[in-house]
């Protein structure tokens, strides 16, 4: 069974910076897009950031010039940094995984992240 697992959240300043990281477990033989996307207070779940096999990388507006998504195929994480943190950044982060195969002949199936919390405050 595949399961997301995130760290990397935290309390930091405004200005500040953290490194989002979501590596999955379990059996896998691919993994297709991965993403961030994020639920502030009060708000809905919102797209941050999302990247191809292919490494191609789409970036909500908020965030673009500040956060950077990458992967490692080898290792099945994802990471996002944070730079130039907001407070309006504050939200719990979730990482998804798209179209995931756990062997050749396959279903895709799409897994999420428990959530890691980022809250940005003076």
């Known amino acids: 069974q595949v399961q997301l697992v995130e760290s990397g959240g935290g309390l930091v300043q405004p200005g500040g910076s953290l490194r989002l990281s979501c590596a999955a477990s379990?059996?896998?033989?691919?993994?297709?897009?991965m993403g961030w996307y994020r639920r502030g207070p009060g708000k809905e779940r919102e797209l941050v950031a999302v990247i191809s096999r292919r490494t191609t990388t789409n970036y909500a507006d908020f965030v673009k010039g500040r956060f950077v998504i990458s992967r490692d195929n080898a290792k099945n994480t994802v990471y996002l940094q944070m730079n130039n943190l907001k407070p309006e950044d504050t939200a719990v982060y979730y990482c998804?995984?798209?179209?995931?195969?756990?062997?050749?002949?396959?279903?895709?199936?799409?897994?999420w992240g428990q959530g890691t919390q980022v809250t940005v405050s003076s």
């Open positions: 379990g059996s896998i033989y691919s993994i297709n897009a």
């Open positions: 998804k995984f798209d179209a995931v195969r756990t062997w050749v002949l396959g279903p895709f199936n799409d897994y």
